[in-house]
């Protein structure tokens, strides 16, 4: 149990044109989603905290303008990468929890590898 | 604001070595702690996962522990195999994730 899924697991775009991604938990509900980003060779690094129904609260550094985050649900969020550009090429990876049952773990999707050429 | 650290950031050991895989963090309010593995370019596996009232978690040759007053937790792998190799990344969970930078395992036949 406890799955996310991510869609699209890759996408390659223009530069300046704009990327959504999803988030699902597939068979549970959770109050909290993260959005993470990994550049190559290192490790992952909070984005933003996205709870339902709330604006997200984003990261220092983290362009809210630029990476519009919806929580329309307990089991969907959405990143989209406004006006892309190659440096914002990387891996998106989102994450779940805690679940309303009340455990505190976390459950990732498999990623997001975002190319902008 | 929590600080992860892992060290080292890279190990090679040949086939059959036990190894340990060390993190150590700045602020001991947390949830809990997991360890995860990556391959290069995919996404992240949840290898054990320990509650912060637990000292440590086991699962097949992987052992982890957790000691909260000192900051630190460790990975311990026995018998390492080739398969084994991979990034590995400890996290820990305090209303959101901080990672630490990983440790890249090369286990060589």
């Known amino acids: 149990g406890a799955v996310v899924s991510q869609h699209p697991s890759w996408v390659i775009c223009k530069s300046g044109t704009s990327v959504k991604i999803e988030c699902r938990s597939l068979d549970f509900q959770a109050t909290t989603m993260f959005w993470y980003r990994q550049f190559p060779k290192q490790s992952l690094m909070l984005m933003a905290t996205s709870n339902e129904g709330s604006k997200a609260t984003y990261e220092q550094g983290v362009e809210k303008d630029k990476f519009l985050i919806n929580h329309a649900s307990l089991t969907l969020s959405t990143l989209t990468v406004t006006s892309a550009h190659p440096e914002d090429s990387s891996f998106y990876i989102c994450?779940?929890?805690?679940?309303?049952?009340?455990?505190?773990?976390?459950?990732f999707g498999p990623g997001t590898r975002l190319t902008v050429t | 604001k929590q600080e992860v650290t892992q060290i080292p950031a890279a190990l090679s050991v040949p086939e059959g070595e036990n190894l340990v895989l060390n993190c150590s963090f700045t602020d001991s309010a947390i949830y809990n702690l997991q360890w995860f593995r990556q391959d290069p370019g995919k996404g992240l596996t949840s290898l054990l996962l320990i509650q912060s009232s637990q000292r440590e978690q086991t699962s097949g040759r992987l052992n982890a522990s957790l000691d909260k007053s000192s900051g630190r937790s460790t990975l311990y792998i026995a018998a390492s195999q080739p398969g084994d190799s991979a990034t590995y990344l400890c996290a820990l969970y305090n209303n959101d994730m901080r990672f630490g930078a990983g440790t890249r395992l090369t286990v060589k036949p």
């Open positions: 994450s779940a929890g805690p679940l309303l049952t009340g455990s505190y773990e976390q459950y």
